[in-house]
C-alpha cells in the first residue's frame, strides 16, 4: 500500500494558484460569447479616459483596475464576464477551473488589516462594509510585506477562496487608516439609492474613483 500523498501547505498552494493567474488572463479573454462585453463601455464607467476607442492610462494601476471590473463586476445583458467563461471551450487546467469557480463566488469590501504571520505569509483583515462576516486570512507574499511597512492602511480587494485557501485576484485600492470615516459615510450616501443587484459594480467604482483621489499607491504591493 502506498502512503498518503502529503497535502501541500497554503503557501504552496498559494504559490501555485498564483502562478496560473498568470496564463489565465489571456485563455479568459478568448471567451466563445465575450464578445457581448466592450472593454471601451467598462472604462467609462470608472471613468478611465477613452480618447476617441484608445484607452487612456494613468499607469499599471489602471490597467489591473480595469481588467478587474471588467471580469468581475461589469454586467451585460444580467451576467458578468466571468459567467460566460466555458472552462471546456478555453481549455482551462485544473488549478484555472478552481480560479474561475472562486473568481464567480468572489467577495470585494474595505478591509482593515488587524494581524500579520510572515512565516505563514498571510494577513488577518477585518469587514470593514460587512462587520458580521468573517475576518479573511489572505495568503499573500507582497502583501504581508506591506502591511508590514505601512502600519494602519485600509484596503479594497477581492477575495477569492479556493477551498480553505484565500488569495486576492490581485488588485488593491489602499487608503491611510486617518481616511476611514470620511471614506464610510461617502459610501453610504453613494449606496443609498442602489439596487442590491448592482451594488458590487456600484462598490468597486467608488472604491475605484476614490482610490484615484485620496488612495496610497500599492503598485509596489501587487500580488505575487
Not at 11 to 24: E, G, I
Not at 127 to 156: C, N, R, Y
Amino acid at each position: 500500500m502506498e502512503p498518503p500523498q502529503k497535502q501541500p501547505s497554503n503557501l504552496d498552494r498559494y504559490k501555485q494558484l498564483r502562478s496560473s493567474t498568470k496564463n489565465m488572463s489571456s485563455k479568459l479573454h478568448r471567451a466563445k460569447d465575450g464578445n457581448h462585453f466592450d472593454m471601451i463601455k467598462a472604462a467609462k464607467k470608472l471613468t478611465i479616459p477613452v480618447d476617441d476607442r484608445t484607452l487612456v492610462f494613468d499607469g499599471e494601476s489602471d490597467m489591473c483596475a480595469l481588467e478587474d471590473f471588467y471580469f468581475h463586476d461589469f454586467w451585460v445583458g444580467g451576467r458578468r464576464y466571468v459567467d460566460f467563461c466555458d472552462p471546456l471551450q478555453l481549455g482551462l487546467d485544473q488549478n484555472e477551473n478552481e480560479l474561475l469557480i472562486a473568481m464567480r463566488g468572489n467577495r470585494s469590501s474595505l478591509f482593515a488589516p488587524s494581524a500579520y504571520d510572515d512565516g505563514e505569509k498571510t494577513v488577518t483583515l477585518k469587514d470593514i462594509l460587512q462587520p458580521d462576516l468573517p475576518d479573511v486570512i489572505l495568503t499573500d507574499i507582497s502583501m504581508t510585506k506591506s502591511v508590514a511597512a505601512m502600519g494602519e492602511i485600509l484596503l479594497f480587494f477581492r477575495v477569492l477562496k479556493c477551498g480553505q485557501l484565500q488569495m486576492s485576484s490581485g488588485c488593491f485600492f489602499g487608503f491611510e487608516a486617518k481616511h476611514r470615516e470620511m471614506l464610510l459615510e461617502l459610501y453610504k450616501r453613494r449606496m443609498v439609492s442602489v439596487l442590491a443587484k448592482d451594488r458590487a459594480e456600484r462598490t468597486f467604482i467608488f472604491f475605484y474613483q476614490q482610490s484615484k483621489k485620496i488612495g496610497m499607491n500599492m503598485e509596489t504591493a501587487s500580488a505575487n
